[in-house]
């Protein structure tokens, strides 16, 4: 893993919601991944924190649809929690 690369960990959530996306999103989701373990606020993605009872967890997009919800363990390390539409922000 490079210096400065962001280790990343899934929840069986996360697992579970990606499985039942349509290849094509899958297929993007893990090129975002890919992007956002060496440039995690990437333009692109738009990665951002949420609010209110999300408050600690971040999100960054897949598309415009699509998005992924996370929390930093630390500055190298997250823990994605749940891939889909703005539903799971619910």
Known sequence: MPKNEIKILKTKD?????????ANIQALAV????LF???????SLKTHK????????YSFSVNQQY???????DKNKI??????THEIYK
């Open 14 to 22: 996360f697992e579970k919601s990606f499985e039942k996306l349509p």
């Open 31 to 34: 090129k975002k991944i890919f």
């Open 37 to 43: 373990k060496t440039e995690p606020f990437y333009l």
């Open 50 to 57: 949420l609010k209110g009872k999300l408050k600690k967890i």
């Open 67 to 73: 998005r992924i919800l996370f929390e930093f363990l």
């Open 79 to 84: 823990l994605l929690f749940d891939i889909g």
